[in-house]
């Protein structure tokens, strides 16, 4: 399995504030990784600091073998590194085609405004939106804006793809359907870090767990373990719900 | 003393600029607007205190207790009935908008006042002060004691009372001091008008020292703008920073350059702040 | 093409139709109209196009002027020097904007406003080259009587807008204009989706500018004779804001409808009311920012949804 994504003492610091501390971490391709802590434990400052829209105020991040530590965000885009946000960004004026279009357009150097159109009728289909195709991203529910959100991700044709909490908001059956597609993008070889809070979705995806915990690492492992790991019970799980995975086992 | 006499006319001159941009920074950190007919109020005050003391011989110090009021007024009617309806419109608009009620109460200035510079002296002329070589003239110094002490009074009333209080909750986080009861509309008029009255009083301060005239106007404002990115918006200390930052750019800087550079220095250390520290020495980050 | 901009083509070929309208007067007015169409054109680009605010143009105005002027002082035929007037001021927006352009909101207003203080103080002090303060006289570049004067300036400034309009054309059917639209929504995902916003913007700031640049050129050599505070004059900057607010902001049709419009409402205005024309002409920006925010036509509803932010 070849590594895709090494961290090496990742730190970041806003002012006084520690968000990252000595963050080690390497991630093979092909692996979904769930990355799980509590509210202001780091996990999206993480991503922010991998997809270059914050440095890190020390250490390094190599992406495939290439030192990514100080790049830009567009281009940490274009070297295939994607992601959604938990706030969802999407062009509000444009249709949602015009919305992944526009991801498949920059991402992908020699692609004309028509091309990249019809590479997004694909991504469209693909989360289920082909009806709202023409409509503006404005008029979306928020269920279908985290699946708009996931479209332009993938038209970015990504090798590696960050999900920051794609299920906050949503209801049971949506989370289902979010997660099937999960599945299905795994299947395809891509390799994904989701940022989640529902365990029964991580349990279910990940192949791997890593928990932060104010700005550190503190387990990295296979689920099952990570989830009886008393430090990762103590700092986030909690103790009734490790009772209760016990008594499931 | 050279170097003293520079020192000391950029402290006298500081506290001037601060006092001209008080109300500017006040305005734009709280409603998040770019009040371009600030330069107009200044110039509208100095034109109320040499009016006083032409007609009435009231000399300008006590003009000032006329004009606070006054403006106070203006300014909040302004607000509630016209630029309360664009508050949540986007840049481009509230500055066109602010343009264009400034280019009507320049117009109608030019108009009845006349373009020509007029000066307020007074009558015994107060003279000038000197220490260790330092020359000051004693109604500059008068200015900017009073300048001062108008500072002290906003910072008091942002400290002390409540309307102040709320007037920097609404700076800080507009929706939570809506949720915190505060009547966010009130406290943007509130805010205006006193940004108004600072900019008629510190027009009073400056007929003691500046000819008066319309013409004028731009010039105030421009200053305003720059001591505000320099120091910071929003805060007293910071149009205090500004001031006396820009006063000692333009004072070593005509030393060593000439006068006729002193704008450009201004204007290019305005636009080198803009890229470097956008939200001044002693500004939050965060402010558009 | 869309129908819009051909209806934007046909409108700026029957302007040209003018001359054989009327005599002088007409063809000062037909020129004036052109300029102030280029200039709003232009300014919507950058302020319609990408969403920021800019009150450059009057520096770039300005310093299309100066250049033209100087170049024709030098002995340079009229199409070479607004040619290179034309490449110059494209070359420095894209060098000044690449710089201010990282700034957002209010402070990229502020620092487009301040660059037509800075430029005009630089010339007004570079007096061997510019005259300063005293002003440039430009020598006569075309041929002989007033009429012919006169047509010749028409024919060139309309040609120039003519210029602008196929660019604007090209650029909002082209991947530049998609992505000024991008940036313009949601720049924090246009940065995401792997759009180099910095880049975009400062060639849509130097296309804009280059214009303006040669559209100040025209007009030095049209009026013969330009001082800095005559040309880097802060109404050459606002102008442009209120006619593509009156028009419709965006939409290079309702842009050119609104500076037509403005101009005929300022030549009204002026000749009725010249002692307090300035003060009309605030109250007409107050009226219209007040009651019509949506222009003339609004092709983009959602325009003017964004809020501006609070702190």
């Known amino acids: 399995m070849s590594e895709i994504l090494r961290l090496d003492a990742v730190s970041r610091h806003f002012g006084g504030l520690q968000a990252l501390r000595g963050v080690t971490l390497g991630i ?87 091309s990249a159109r019809e590479e997004a009728r694909a991504h469209v289909a693909f989360v289920g939106l082909e009806a709202q195709a023409e409509k503006s991203a404005a008029t979306l529910t928020l269920a279908m804006r985290k699946r708009l959100e996931l479209a332009k991700a993938l038209a970015m044709k990504p090798k590696l793809l960050f999900l920051d909490e794609v299920n906050a908001g949503l209801n ?43 700005g550190q690492l503190i387990a990295d492992g296979e689920p099952r373990d990570v989830i009886s790991n008393p430090a990762v019970v103590d700092a986030y799980l909690g103790q009734q719900y490790a009772k209760r995975n016990a008594a499931g086992d | 003393m050279l170097v003293a006499q520079v020192l000391v006319n950029a402290l006298v001159l500081g506290c001037l600029y601060a006092c001209i941009a008080i109300g500017f920074s006040l305005v734009w950190g709280v409603l998040n607007v770019i009040n371009l007919i600030h330069g107009s109020f200044i110039v509208l005050g100095a034109y109320l205190a040499w009016g006083l003391y032409q007609s009435l011989a009231i000399p300008p110090w006590y003009a000032l207790p006329v004009a606070a009021p006054l403006f106070f007024v203006f300014g909040y009617l302004l607000q509630r009935l016209l630029l309360n309806r664009v508050i949540a419109a986007p840049v481009l608009v509230t500055l066109t908008l602010t343009f264009g009620l400034d280019l009507i109460l320049n117009n109608a200035m030019i108009y009845f006042f006349k373009a020509d510079y007029r000066k307020l002296s007074l009558h015994p002329s107060m003279g000038s002060v000197s220490l260790f070589d330092v020359v000051v003239p004693v109604d500059r110094l008068i200015a900017t004691a009073s300048a001062l002490a108008l500072t002290a009074v906003l910072y008091l009333v942002l400290r002390r009372l409540r309307v102040g209080r709320a007037i920097v909750a609404v700076r800080l986080d507009r929706d939570a001091a809506v949720l915190m009861g505060v009547d966010v509309k009130s406290i943007y008029a509130i805010a205006f008008g006193f940004g108004a009255a600072l900019a008629g009083c510190a027009g009073v301060l400056m007929a003691l020292i500046f000819p008066i005239s319309p013409l004028t106007s731009s010039t105030y404002l421009g200053k305003a703008f720059v001591v505000c990115v320099l120091g910071g918006l929003g805060s007293v200390s910071g149009a205090l920073a500004g001031g006396l930052l820009l006063a000692l750019v333009e004072g070593v800087g005509s030393t060593l350059i000439g006068p006729a550079h002193a704008t450009t220095l201004s204007f290019a250390l305005l636009i080198v702040f803009l890229i470097v520290r956008p939200h001044g020495l002693l500004g939050r980050k965060g402010f558009e | 093409m869309t129908r819009v901009n051909l209806a934007l083509l046909v409108l700026i070929g ?158 909002s059917a082209s991947k530049l204009g998609f992505g000024l639209a991008c940036i313009r929504q949601n720049e924090t995902a246009a940065n995401m989706v792997g759009l180099n916003c910095t880049l975009y913007k400062s060639i849509a700031f130097g296309l804009s500018a280059g214009f303006v640049g040669a559209a100040g050129g025209l007009y030095a050599a049209w009026v013969h004779y330009i001082d800095p505070s005559d040309v880097f004059d802060i109404l050459y900057s606002v102008k442009p804001i209120v006619m593509a607010l009156m028009g419709g902001l965006g939409s290079p049709l309702g842009v050119v409808c609104g500076a037509f419009l403005y101009l005929g409402l300022e030549e009204v205005v002026w000749r009725n009311y010249i002692q307090i024309h300035s003060g009309v002409l605030g109250v007409l920006i107050v009226m219209l920012l007040l009651l019509l925010p949506h222009g003339l036509i609004s092709l983009r509803p959602g325009m003017f949804r964004r809020k501006a932010k609070h702190v």
Request: include cysteine; glycine fraction near 12%.
């Open chain 1, 28 to 114: 093979d391709k092909g692996e979904v990784l769930g990355l799980i802590g509590p509210n202001g434990a780091g996990k999206t400052t993480l991503v922010n600091t991998i997809c270059g829209v914050t440095p890190a105020s020390s250490g390094a991040v190599t992406f495939m073998g290439r030192d990514i530590t100080r790049i830009k965000t567009y281009q940490a885009a274009r070297l295939g590194l994607s992601r959604t946000f938990q706030i969802v960004q999407p062009f509000a004026e444009f249709s949602v085609l015009d919305n992944v279009a526009a991801a498949a357009l920059f991402s992908q150097p020699g692609e004309s405004l028509k």
């Open chain 3, 14 to 171: 029957c302007v040209a139709a003018l001359p054989w309208f009327g005599g002088a007067y007409a063809l000062r007015l037909g020129t004036i109209a052109c300029l102030y169409a280029i200039l709003a054109l232009s300014w919507n680009v950058v302020g319609g196009f990408a969403g920021y605010p800019s009150f450059a143009t009057a520096a770039f105005f300005g310093f299309g002027a100066y250049a033209t002027g100087v170049l024709l002082g030098d002995g340079l035929p009229l199409p070479l020097a607004i040619l290179a007037t034309l490449v110059a001021s494209l070359l420095l927006a894209g060098l000044l904007g690449a710089v201010l352009l990282r700034l957002r909101g209010h402070y990229f207003a502020i620092a487009s406003l301040s660059l037509v203080e800075v430029l005009r103080e630089l010339v007004n002090n570079a007096t061997d080259l510019t005259g300063g303060g005293m002003g440039l006289n430009i020598p006569l570049a075309s041929g002989s009587g007033i009429l012919a004067d006169a047509t010749f300036f028409f024919y060139a400034m309309w040609g120039l807008l003519l210029a602008t309009a196929l660019m604007v054309i090209a650029v």
């Open chain 1, 172 to 214: 049971s059956a949506e989370v289902e359907r979010a997660t099937g597609l999960i599945h299905q993008l795994a299947a395809d070889g891509i390799t994904v870090v989701m940022i989640e809070h529902l365990m029964k979705v991580v349990l279910n995806v990940c192949t791997r767990i890593a928990v932060l915990h104010n």
